[in-house]
């Protein structure tokens, strides 16, 4: 566990070893940020840009995706992910398209596929373990 409140839980993906890629989970019942009542949605704008906040100083991503779908899981939560420049190599390396755009969505899916818990990062990435710790310090 990175961090964790009265409202909010912050922890390292469990389904993907990429370094830095978090997920902020509500405590509460709310499946739809329409459901927060007015507090509780400063609290959550205010940890968004924490979270991300501490993601690029200890991370370093060219970008950070933030993305919720409450699908698999209903409960409002939300995937910080880092879109660092090793990351996007790769991706460009399996994907042969280098010259196109990048469609973060695609990446996003590719990655979570590719960099499974136990999957080999390129050399001189730190692991995910060592961001967590970085970025928990970060947040204190």
Same mark, same amino acid.
Not at 4 to 17: I, K, V
Not at 102 to 119: K, T
């Given at each position: ?9 912050? /922890? &390292? #993906?469990?389904?993907?070893? $990429?370094?830095?890629? +978090?997920?902020?989970? !509500?405590? @509460?019942? /709310?499946? #739809?940020? %329409?459901?927060?009542?007015?507090? &509780?949605?400063? *609290? !959550?704008?205010?940890? +968004?840009?924490?979270?991300? =906040? *501490?993601? /690029? %100083? ?13 699908? $698999?899981? =209903? =409960? ?8 660092? %420049?090793?990351?996007?190599? /790769? ?8 010259? %196109? ?5 695609? !990446? ?7 960099? =499974?818990? @136990? ?10 373990? $060592? $961001? @967590? ?5 970060? !947040?204190?």
């Amino acid at each position: 566990m990175i961090l964790e409140d009265e409202l909010f839980t912050l /922890e &390292q #993906s469990l389904e993907c070893s $990429v370094p830095g890629y +978090l997920i902020l989970r !509500l405590k @509460g019942p /709310e499946t #739809s940020l %329409a459901e927060l009542k007015p507090d &509780q949605a400063r *609290a !959550l704008g205010e940890m +968004l840009a924490a979270a991300a =906040r *501490a993601i /690029e %100083a200890a991370v370093k991503p060219e970008r950070v995706y933030v993305l919720s779908f409450c699908e $698999v899981e =209903r =409960r409002l939560h939300f995937h910080f992910f880092p879109r660092t %420049a090793w990351l996007l190599k /790769e991706y460009f390396k399996a994907n042969d398209c280098a010259n %196109a755009p990048v469609n973060g969505p695609m !990446l996003f899916e590719w990655a979570r596929r590719v960099f =499974r818990p @136990g999957s080999h990062i390129p050399d001189g990435i730190p692991d995910s373990k $060592v $961001v @967590g710790e970085i970025i928990s310090k970060i !947040l204190k």
